[in-house]
């Protein structure tokens, strides 16, 4: 806020969100203040996911200097008993600069790794860390830098860290645009070679199912346009966003009635129901809900482009 201040800049807070039952409090606030400075004309928003979760590489329970020098040295860090107890003490300590994924899930059983490359260890996909420790008769923190040696990898994980009346709080607010912090994916191939989050499949119809129809949080109308033309300004793109003469023919034609998220925490890769066809710069991509085999996409620009 304060660069935003001293700077001008427009100002994006990236996944607006308080992580940690302890955090959920301090949203409120959060909210009032951001409200104060638009107030204020101060170019200030924020983006969300519509769940109670986020996801991350596992290896983001430890401090970062554990992580310096790249994957290889963290492994040898993990197999090294006295920098093993390093560890332990400063996640388990009260320093207040450590700000630790696991004290803010308050709970291992609040951890859930989801994206194993080993085959040895990918039936443990979709449990809790705390379940899985138990099971190899150690702790939670043991068992995280044991999965991560012996998978190779970051482990992607799932924690669920926030509150859904929170949730339904940001989805609401005016200012707010709708993301999926995700690539684009399909439920095919080497896809599928990885867990991921179901919002990577699931967060634009998750908004206008659950939020919109089931909930009534927001109106259509307002959901509509946190996905559209709100992002398209926030960014500077004039051309984008809207349904108007001059603009890029992007449309999307769902049924409110229909439109929901399909993809889980155990099954992420399915795709939403509801979404009857798409145009991409005016051309037809999805046609009754079929793949019309079009791929006119662009690489999109904003005003901060130099060729």
């Known amino acids: 806020m304060t660069i935003a201040r001293e700077s001008s800049a427009r100002s994006e807070i990236y996944h607006l969100k308080a992580s940690g039952p302890s955090n959920w409090r301090l949203l409120d606030p959060a909210i009032e203040r951001i409200e104060r400075a638009r107030a204020k004309g101060m170019p200030v928003g924020a983006d969300v996911y519509p769940y109670h979760a986020s996801g991350t590489g596992m290896t983001s329970l430890f401090p970062l200097w554990a992580l310096e020098g790249g994957f290889a040295e963290t492994v040898k860090r993990f197999g090294d008993p006295e920098m093993r107890r390093t560890i332990r003490r400063q996640i388990l300590g009260d320093d207040p600069q450590f700000a630790c994924l696991l004290r803010h899930a308050e709970g291992a059983e609040r951890v859930m790794p989801v994206g194993f490359k080993s085959q040895a260890l990918k039936p443990l996909a979709g449990r809790t860390l705390d379940s ?6 150690t702790d939670a923190l043991d068992a995280a830098m044991d999965l991560i040696v012996e998978d ?3 482990i992607e994980s799932v924690f669920f860290t926030m509150s859904e009346e929170n949730v339904r709080k940001k989805v609401a607010l005016p200012w707010t645009s709708i993301c999926s912090d995700a690539g684009s994916m399909a439920p095919e ?16 119809a998750r908004v206008l199912g659950k939020y919109v129809r089931e909930e009534r949080a927001l109106s259509l109308e307002l959901a509509v346009r946190k996905m559209s033309g709100l992002p398209a300004e926030t960014l500077g793109l004039k051309d984008r966003g809207r349904v108007a003469e001059g603009c890029f023919a992007d449309l999307a034609v769902f049924d409110p009635m229909a439109i929901a998220d399909r993809a889980t925490f155990a099954q992420p890769h399915r795709y939403s129901v509801g979404m009857r066809h798409v145009f991409v710069n005016g051309v037809q991509v999805l046609a009754d809900g079929e793949h019309t085999g079009a791929r006119p996409g662009k690489a999109v620009r904003g005003p901060g482009y130099k060729a």
């Open 132 to 137: 899985i420790a138990r099971e190899r008769g």
């Open 152 to 154: 190779g990898s970051r």
């Open 189 to 204: 191939g080497v896809f599928l070679k990885r867990m991921v989050h179901p919002r990577t499949y699931g967060a634009f």
